[in-house]
């Protein structure tokens, strides 16, 4: 475990806002968020150094990818992955008709792949060498095994820069714009999705929110200190959204319930990581059903709610590099 000092303002001087245990993995391993006393910016410490974070993202993260999952049968968020593709692309198709973009982070690669049938020139870069291999290998697509810091593109060469729930991961987020910024051509669009921290479901269920993902997700961004870490980069802002759903999900809300009952035995306990995976239980088969009901209903309902006022469970930031124009 490391000390780290306030990725914004340098300070080392924070206050603790929470503790929470890693859920994920098994590790029985417990974290704390701060808070930092200067500019409020959430972030984990201590945190575990570079070389023990591999503990907390066991090598076979992409269900998808390791079980070889034909195209047709991809599911993302509870829908077909076009369903889900065409949600995220909502947000992107705007900004420069048929672009290209460079999605970091990009996992399995169903959203590039969605875009690259429109006809958008698709480019990734991911971590994980299984999630790379089955993008580049099933599906066809230019990704990259890497992060933005080890992986090199021609400056100036992107309409889009997207980071779809990844940012939030990033051990050097300052960094990483700095090198956004020379990859995205003058007038370009970095496009940012986090949990976001001020939602009301983070206040409602506190250590047993699955935005959480302690330690994977070192920092816990408002629309306040994402709006000013991504503002010094030298973005201009464009707009900020709010989605509590994603296509069938309301996982910010089931998920988290989910953990608060387990919490106080009311809820059976998630299968070992490494277990294979078992027959899906008919959801109207016992009690669960009835939950299950109410993450349909009224989850989203209040997740709508909760979007028109800004607190809800994820914020979508378009900010445009100005640079040049
Ligand atoms: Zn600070």
Known sequence: MENARCEQCGSEVNFPVLTAKDRDWGSGDTFSLVKCSRCGLVYVNPRPAETEMGKYYPPENWGRAKNGTAEQDAVING????????????????????????????????????????????????????????????????????????????????????????????????????????????????????????????????????????????????????????????????????????????????ESLRYCLRDIGLYPPAPPVNAPTAPPVPASSDWRGVLHFFERGLFKGIGCVADALHIGSTMTMVMRNVKGL
């Open 79 to 254: 829908a077909h992955w076009s369903v889900s593709s065409a949600e995220r692309a909502a947000v992107i198709l705007p900004l420069a008709g048929k672009g290209s973009i460079l999605d970091v982070g990009c996992g399995d690669g169903f959203f590039l792949l969605y875009l690259s049938r429109l006809g958008w020139d698709c480019h990734g870069v991911e971590p994980g060498e299984t999630a790379a291999a089955y993008a580049r290998e099933t599906l066809g697509l230019d990704v990259r095994t890497g992060t933005l810091l080890t992986t090199r593109y021609e400056e100036a060469s992107f309409d889009v820069v997207s980071f779809h729930h990844v940012f939030e991961h990033l051990r050097e987020p300052k960094a990483t714009l700095r090198e956004v910024r020379k990859l995205l051509k003058a007038g370009g669009y970095l496009v940012v999705s986090v949990p976001n921290f001020d939602s009301v479901d983070r206040k409602l269920f506190g250590s047993g929110w699955v935005g959480l993902k302690l330690p994977q997700h070192l920092f816990q961004y408002t629309s306040a200190t994402l709006r000013r870490m991504l503002e010094d980069a030298g973005f201009a802002f464009c707009s900020v959204a709010y989605r509590s759903y994603e296509a069938k999900s309301t996982m910010y809300y089931s």
